[in-house]
């Protein structure tokens, strides 16, 4: 369903950007705006219009806006073990714990990294759908580490952009079964929706492009532990690769991990965390970098293995 308007350009949108316009007239964000110029929704005297087309008083606009679904409520929920690492008027980083969705979803009633930084008094003011405003990269439930959400209208499309040109540098830890040989590499494999089964990626040709760079830190017990970069961010990409290795992540049965392994260790999911974040500023141009710590339980984990080569 959409809702297709048309209106005349008043006079006090002479000159303006067509995107600019659109927002202002039909009280839209600058981001949704431009999109709709890219889909094609959007015609000015009966012609499609590039973003950049400036706008004259008496042209006729019609803009096809498609009807949302009722977003889904941001309920503010402290999130027990969530710190925030680091806040400025553009941006906030926090170090999010296992077991919290980076934001609402249907199905979902846990606690959220949105719904944490509106209890915390933090006020997120950026583009996106109600639901995911500031939203520029997720975290699994079961991953934890390091998040950036964007807090004001002007940061959320610049980091937007940065994290899909891939000007974001992402380093996770990561615990696989086995041991890797090489000892160092890239794994270059489009990933998709497994047709077989629900809740699954999997390596496949129709995928979308996927690249992950790996590198062996330290040698344990049945197990490697890896230093991972990625270059695109893709659903489950680094479980999927590992997986089509065939060196799954410890803790992480979904992509064919032992589950002995997690037993021993303690873990009661995938051995995953996002350890560093890069990026250039929104908008003070300069370059930020943040860092964490291996959580409790993961932290277990590896001290339990390191016991066993003792």
């Given at each position: 369903?959409?809702?297709?308007?048309?209106?005349?350009?008043?006079?006090?949108?002479?000159?303006?950007?067509?995107?600019v316009?659109?927002?202002?007239?039909?009280?839209?964000?600058?981001?949704?705006?431009?999109?709709?110029?890219?889909?094609?929704?959007?015609?000015?005297?009966?012609?499609?219009?590039?973003?950049?087309?400036?706008?004259?008083?008496?042209?006729?606009?019609?803009?096809?806006?498609p009807?949302?679904?009722?977003?889904?409520?941001?309920?503010?929920?402290?999130?027990?073990?969530?710190?925030?690492?680091?806040?400025?008027?553009?941006?906030?980083v926090?170090?999010?714990?296992?077991?919290?969705?980076?934001?609402?979803?249907?199905?979902?009633?846990?606690?959220?990294?949105?719904?944490?930084?509106?209890?915390a008094?933090?006020?997120?003011?950026?583009?996106?759908?109600?639901?995911?405003?500031?939203?520029?990269?997720?975290?699994?439930?079961?991953?934890?580490?390091?998040?950036?959400?964007?807090?004001?209208?002007?940061?959320?499309?610049?980091?937007?952009?940065?994290?899909?040109?891939?000007?974001?540098?992402?380093?996770?830890?990561?615990?696989?079964q086995?041991?890797?040989?090489?000892?160092?590499?890239?794994?270059?494999?489009?990933?998709?929706?497994?047709?077989?089964?629900?809740?699954?990626?999997?390596?496949m040709?129709?995928?979308?492009?996927?690249?992950?760079?790996?590198?062996?830190?330290?040698?344990?017990?049945?197990?490697?532990?890896?230093?991972?970069k990625?270059?695109?961010?893709?659903?489950?990409?680094?479980?999927?690769?590992?997986?089509?290795m065939?060196?799954?992540?410890?803790?992480?049965?979904?992509?064919?991990?032992?589950?002995?392994?997690?037993?021993?260790?303690?873990?009661?999911?995938?051995?995953?965390?996002?350890?560093?974040?890069?990026?250039?500023?929104?908008?003070?141009?300069?370059?930020?970098?943040?860092?964490?710590?291996?959580?409790a339980?993961?932290?277990?984990?590896?001290?339990?293995?390191?016991?066993?080569?003792?």
């Open positions: 369903m959409s809702d297709v308007r048309t209106v005349p350009v008043p006079d006090g949108l002479a000159g303006e950007r067509v995107d316009g659109i927002a202002r007239l039909f009280g839209l964000s600058r981001t949704r705006a431009a999109d709709l110029v890219t889909a094609g929704a959007v015609d000015i005297d009966g012609q499609a219009p590039a973003r950049s087309t400036r706008l004259e008083p008496g042209m006729m606009l019609t803009v096809e806006i009807t949302e679904r009722p977003a889904v409520e941001v309920r503010p929920m402290i999130a027990p073990g969530m710190t925030l690492v680091h806040e400025d008027e553009d941006i906030v926090v170090d999010k714990p296992v077991g919290v969705a980076a934001h609402p979803s249907a199905g979902w009633d846990g606690p959220t990294v949105l719904g944490h930084l509106a209890a008094g933090v006020r997120i003011t950026a583009g996106g759908p109600p639901e995911r405003r500031g939203i520029v990269s997720r975290l699994d439930v079961g991953t934890s580490g390091l998040m950036v959400v964007a807090k004001s209208e002007r940061a959320y499309p610049v980091l937007k952009e940065a994290f899909s040109s891939r000007r974001v540098d992402k380093t996770y830890h990561a615990l696989a086995g041991h890797l040989d090489p000892r160092a590499g890239t794994i270059d494999a489009a990933i998709g929706r497994s047709p077989h089964h629900d809740y699954r990626y999997a390596v040709s129709t995928g979308k492009h996927a690249i992950t760079h790996y590198e062996v830190i330290e040698e344990l017990p049945g197990a490697d532990l890896l230093r991972i990625l270059e695109t961010g893709r659903t489950h990409q680094i479980r999927v690769h590992m997986s089509a065939r060196h799954p992540l410890v803790g992480d049965p979904l992509y064919g991990a032992d589950p002995t392994l997690a037993e021993r260790t303690g873990l009661v999911r995938q051995w995953l965390h996002a350890m560093e974040l890069a990026f250039e500023h929104p908008t003070r141009g300069e370059r930020v970098s943040f860092s964490s710590q291996h959580p339980d993961l932290a277990h984990a590896l001290d339990v293995l390191r016991e066993g080569a003792a």
